[in-house]
């Protein structure tokens, strides 16, 4: 309790040491591990106490982007949805999304330089490392079951299923290519060298399908944005000839495996999900069948956040996370974008562009796992927001000083549109 309670004074003194506090939370799940030594409210003790921290050192106004006024139509589709159920069901369902909703604010409003971006994005990919150097050490030296399902590894939490975990796995991989591609320091070369091989020889371990197709969907995005496409395709080869001979075969048995015209019993309760999220959908088009109620309406969970989402919260609620997702993936192509030709950000291109390889990764990962409300996605439009305000900041006073009088690029249409199709937010 003593460690918990020194947190707790760092996080009330530096806000971005509780923010990644939260975020460490969020992914070693110590509450669920050690629910007595945590207690079952530290990760909203953390958040709080980070923004009562965050509210005495603050020197800047509070920031609301378009993600925020997003996120809070996609909060009131998801409350309408629940409108026909019990005031206990509502309970259960609406505190998960404001954590959520909070945890996002949290980083846009902490996450304000280029050097806090930095630190929140290489604590996300140091936890991920030690995740995978955790419980490849458990399964591989110590040989612990409670770390196995059925041969595939998996962990605690969120995480407890193999597929979720390989999820948060792949998420890291663009972003520690890229380091190791672009770092101008070896030995932080080193560093992603090894995340990225503990990651990916991890991800093996789950036996995960769907993260080895959100992973070859996540290499195309790579080669597009990565000026020196021959060094990308050498340096992938070498990483992938390190780590081959480490793969389990049973991996490979499970990739091979995919056949549109073979499929297995998990294919077909797939789709039979699927089936089911679609009629729910037609049934209850505006408002959906409620947040969380899925398994309240069919046998198995959706396994897909598309249909999810669509199916408990309607076209309301699909529309604004639609909108959430496209606004966060056009936040980060920006970022890169700017990166790319303004020197004052050209350090956040890696990260920028690693992230958006990542987003995609996780996208096309969703099409297979029920992760609509993942605090993976409410990260990365947390962060997303957060890299556009950096750069943004960095970028207008050399542009102020250069024409002292902008006018505007699009005057005759409003800020949220001229956000949209590039200019300053």
């Known amino acids: 309790m003593g460690l918990i309670a020194a947190a707790l004074m760092i996080a009330l003194f530096h806000p971005l040491v509780g923010l990644l506090a939260f975020l460490s939370l969020i992914y070693l799940r110590i509450q669920d591990i050690a629910p007595e030594l945590m207690g079952p409210f530290s990760l909203n003790m953390i958040g709080v106490v980070t923004l009562a921290g965050w509210l005495i ?3 800047q106004s509070v920031s609301l982007p378009s993600q925020i006024f997003l996120l809070a139509g996609f909060l009131l589709a998801s409350t309408l949805s629940l409108a026909h159920l019990s005031m206990d069901v509502i309970k259960a369902a609406i505190p998960d999304l404001l954590s959520k909703a909070f945890f996002v604010w949290l980083i846009i409003n902490i996450v304000t330089t280029k050097h806090a971006a930095k630190a929140y994005i290489w604590c996300w990919l140091l936890l991920t490392t030690s995740l995978a150097v955790w419980i490849t050490y458990q399964t591989s030296i110590l040989d612990n079951s409670e770390y196995l399902y059925k041969d595939r590894t998996q962990y605690f939490g969120i995480f407890a299923d193999p597929n979720d975990l390989a999820l948060a796995y792949i998420l890291m991989l663009p972003v520690a290519y890229y380091v190791i591609s672009q770092a101008r320091t070896l030995w932080v070369r ?3 060298a090894f995340s990225f091989l503990s990651i990916a020889y991890a991800t093996t371990t789950t036996l995960s399908r769907g993260a080895f197709v959100a992973v070859l969907a996540a290499v195309p995005v790579i080669f597009v944005r990565d000026r020196r496409r021959a060094t ?4 992938l080869v070498l990483l992938l000839g390190v780590l081959d001979p480490y793969i389990p075969s049973s991996f490979w048995a499970r990739v091979e495996s995919i056949e549109y015209n073979n499929p297995g019993q998990s294919a077909v309760q797939r789709i039979a999900a699927w089936e089911a999220g679609q009629q729910m ?7 959906g069948v409620g947040k969380d109620q899925f398994l309240q309406h069919h046998v198995r969970a959706a396994h897909s956040a598309y ?8 076209l309301f609620g699909l529309t604004f996370w639609v909108l959430l997702i496209a606004w966060t993936f056009k936040e980060l192509y920006r970022v890169g974008s700017l990166a790319r030709n303004h020197p004052e ?3 956040l291109e890696l990260y920028a562009k690693g992230l958006e390889a990542g987003f995609v990764a996780f996208l096309v990962g969703a099409v297979f796992l029920s992760q609509a409300y993942s605090w993976l996605l409410f990260s ?3 962060i997303a927001a957060a890299l556009r305000q950096v750069a943004d900041a960095a970028i207008m006073p050399q542009q102020s000083a250069a024409d002292p009088k902008p006018t505007l690029a699009y005057p005759d249409r409003s800020p949220a549109v001229r956000s949209f199709l590039g200019g300053s937010s």
Do not use: M, N, S, W
């Open 345 to 347: 950000v050209a350090d």
């Open 57 to 59: 050192q603050r020197q």
């Open 190 to 192: 080193g560093l992603a």
């Open 232 to 235: 990308a395709f050498i340096l």
């Open 380 to 382: 990365f439009i947390g």
């Open 307 to 314: 249909f999810q989402v669509a199916a408990e919260t309607g």
């Open 281 to 287: 959908f037609l049934d209850h088009p505006l408002l």
